[in-house]
């Protein structure tokens, strides 16, 4: 089990929510360190662990706060790291948000693979001796006893594009870097006025987001034939990231959020 990068390197890019570019440099750093960033745009350096006790909102993103400092959209970085074994790494970046890509983990998977590390599987927790659940409505994220690691999720949009799809995924028997890494992050596009009016999506464009409407896919093709449901479970993966490790069960989600997967992880 590779727990760190073999040599750092940089990725640069705009981030969704602030439209800034930040330059993000991964480096290896020593076991038991844990993922953890380091905002060096600012005075202090100060310190974010990726940790689920450092998580400070969840609006369309996860954002971490810790020693004065934030970092936001860290979701899909770390499930890259974690999708590929990485246990521990120092993330320098010198903006106040991860940038955003191809919407997807990809370009982190491929600049991972690049700085010569052979992916290995993700590490695992201890497994879990009892279910642990939260809901909203009917949206929900469980954690099932299991006698491996699987992960299965839902959606139901009002969108015909999209509608109901699951997939059920187990990182043994489909590689995270084919299986999950690509799927690119979503939207409507009658909501994007308001969401611009609010301060968010400043850096999002038909680059980074598949964008849907009424009539179907503004920006096809697809990369999976259910691939807004696969992005939903790249994010349940960066968030769960947030224990450390992910313990061993079945996790399954549906209609969920950034909101109800941290609510897990702290349950957890």
Same mark, same amino acid.
């Given at each position: 089990?590779?727990?760190?990068?073999?040599?750092?390197?940089?990725? @640069?890019?705009?981030?969704?929510?602030?439209?800034?570019?930040?330059?993000?440099?991964?480096?290896?750093?020593?076991?038991?360190?844990?993922?953890?960033?380091?905002?060096?745009?600012?005075?202090?350096?100060?310190?974010?662990?990726?940790?689920?006790?450092?998580?400070?909102?969840?609006?369309?993103?996860?954002?971490?706060?810790?020693?004065?400092?934030?970092?936001?959209?860290?979701?899909?970085?770390?499930?890259?790291?974690?999708?590929?074994?990485?246990?521990?790494?120092?993330?320098?970046? /010198?903006?106040?948000?991860?940038?955003?890509?191809?919407?997807?983990?990809?370009?982190?998977?491929?600049?991972?693979?690049? @700085?010569?590390?052979?992916?290995?599987?993700?590490?695992?927790?201890?497994?879990?001796?009892?279910?642990?659940?939260?809901? !909203?409505? !009917?949206?929900?994220?469980?954690?099932?006893? =299991?006698?491996?690691?699987?992960?299965?999720?839902?959606?139901?949009?009002?969108?015909?594009?999209?509608?109901?799809?699951?997939?059920?995924?187990?990182?043994?028997?489909?590689?995270?870097? /084919?299986?999950?890494?690509?799927?690119?992050?979503?939207?409507?596009? !009658?909501?994007?006025?308001?969401?611009?009016?609010?301060?968010?999506?400043?850096?999002?464009?038909?680059?980074?987001?598949?964008?849907?409407?009424?009539?179907?896919?503004?920006?096809?093709?697809?990369?999976?034939?259910?691939?807004?449901?696969?992005?939903?479970?790249? /994010?349940?993966?960066? !968030?769960?990231?947030?224990?450390?490790?992910?313990?061993?069960?079945?996790?399954?989600?549906?209609? =969920?959020?950034?909101?109800?997967?941290?609510?897990?992880?702290?349950?957890l």
């Amino acid at each position: 089990m590779t727990s760190t990068i073999e040599k750092g390197f940089t990725v @640069s890019g705009i981030g969704l929510h602030s439209g800034i570019e930040t330059n993000v440099t991964i480096l290896p750093t020593e076991t038991k360190q844990g993922r953890y960033f380091i905002r060096v745009d600012l005075p202090e350096k100060p310190i974010i662990p990726a940790d689920v006790s450092a998580v400070h909102q969840t609006l369309l993103s996860t954002e971490l706060m810790a020693n004065g400092a934030t970092v936001r959209t860290v979701e899909h970085l770390l499930a890259a790291l974690t999708g590929c074994g990485i246990e521990n790494a120092c993330i320098e970046i /010198d903006g106040p948000e991860v940038p955003l890509l191809d919407g997807s983990a990809k370009n982190w998977v491929d600049a991972i693979l690049k @700085s010569g590390l052979n992916p290995s599987e993700m590490a695992l927790g201890s497994p879990i001796e009892e279910p642990v659940w939260v809901r !909203d409505g !009917d949206a929900f994220v469980a954690a099932i006893p =299991a006698p491996e690691i699987r992960f299965s999720y839902g959606i139901d949009f009002p969108y015909e594009a999209i509608a109901n799809q699951w997939v059920s995924w187990n990182p043994k028997k489909e590689p995270f870097q /084919d299986f999950i890494a690509p799927a690119r992050t979503f939207g409507f596009a !009658d909501q994007i006025e308001q969401l611009k009016q609010a301060g968010l999506i400043k850096g999002g464009s038909l680059d980074n987001a598949l964008v849907c409407d009424r009539t179907g896919w503004v920006n096809p093709p697809l990369r999976f034939e259910n691939e807004p449901v696969r992005h939903k479970l790249l /994010d349940l993966i960066g !968030d769960l990231s947030l224990l450390g490790t992910i313990p061993q069960a079945h996790f399954l989600a549906y209609k =969920a959020s950034h909101n109800l997967h941290v609510q897990l992880a702290k349950k957890l």
